[in-house]
Structure formats: C-alpha cells, structure tokens
C-alpha cells in the first residue's frame, strides 16, 4: 500500500507541472476559433496603446540626459504588460478557489465530482450573465452553445459524475428571462439527471446550493 501511495504521488506531481505548463495552449486552441472579433473594440484599444507608448516614451527621455531608443520603451512596456496580466491570471485563480472552497459542498463523499460540476455551473452562469448584458436571453442550454460552442465540455456532469452511462445536461429554469427581473436567490440553472437526493442548483447571484427536489419545487414557485 505504501508503495502504490509513493507511485500515486510520483504521478501526480509531473501532472500538475505538465497541466500548468501546457493548460493554456488548450485553453487557447479550444476557445479562439469562437472568439467574437469587435473591429471597433481592437482599433480603439491598438490606438490608446500606441498613444500611450508615445507619450511615456517622450516623458522618459525628457527626464534622461542621454537619449532614449524606443525599442526599449516598447520592451519595458511590454515587460510591465506582461507581469500585469500575470498578476491578473493569479488573482482570477485565488478568486476561483475560494469561490469553490467557501462553500461545504466541496467535502462531502462524492466531493471531487460535485466540486467539477459546481465549477461548470459556476462558468455557465457567467456565459448567461454576459449574454444577458448583451440583451440575448436563452430558451435552452442548446441556445447558449449557439452563441458559445466552445463551452460543450461544461454544460454536462464530469464523466465521473455519470451513471449508467448518461451524461445529464444543465437545465435552464427561467428561459427567456433577463436576469434582473429575478431575485438574487432564484434558481438559475440545475444538474438534473442524475438520482440522488439533492440537485446542484447555480442561483441568479452566482452562488450554489444543493437543494431536495422538493426545496427546489418551492423556490421555483416563489420565483416571478
């Protein structure tokens, strides 16, 4: 047993390394080819940047005796850019963990698989939430995925979240409603499908809950 735990170990660990280096690649290769492109949007921010390097580049060699080359402005920006959007991507992880962790529902038995799906609710209810800013309401999940392909592998159960072999989809409680005509803690979207006692619910603030079929019944029934 001791040696079948030092191999889990062993494997574990290069897997993170691999999925740390590598994750965003995937990342990239999945979600690019769905990206909305604003023309308007690109020109504008292309124009602010080079605006902008223009104006630093000038203050810094005012204050220099000697002059400035503005290759190094632009690799000195590009440096500052870089560790901002570090900074950035750590804090969208902090953020995310304890999302996830402030809640108990990531330690009960079946904690690793209900944590995932809770994630892929969580990362539903943000695509509803900016559809919902664009003024596109949703009938269905099978809506959201027109505007948003590359969101197919979150809108179902892990597979280890499955049984006999069905893989249950996120339902949509109030098609065709904009957001801000519900109450915070309304139910949003549910992980239906699958037969246990209580159903992970996504609710209109962005928290999730595990409610009873029946708890759920009543929510839906004080919803407008």
Sequence with gaps: MSLIGW????VWFPLVIWHLATGW???LFINLPHLRWNPTTITLSLAAAAIALFLLHRFVRGLLAKPLRATVTVRAAGIFLAATAAAIAMTGIVHELAWLARSPLTYDRSGSARTETISNGKQLFLVLLELDQE???PHSVEEVLDQYPGIDDIVSYPATYRRNGYKAPFVLFHPGISL???PPDAPLIGALGRSEDRIVVVLVDG???RLTPQELEQRLAASP
């Design 7 to 10: 191999f889990g170990t062993f």
């Design 25 to 27: 690649l995937r990342h």
């Design 135 to 137: 003024g596109i309401h």
């Design 180 to 182: 801000s005509k519900l």
């Design 207 to 209: 928290s999730a809950e």
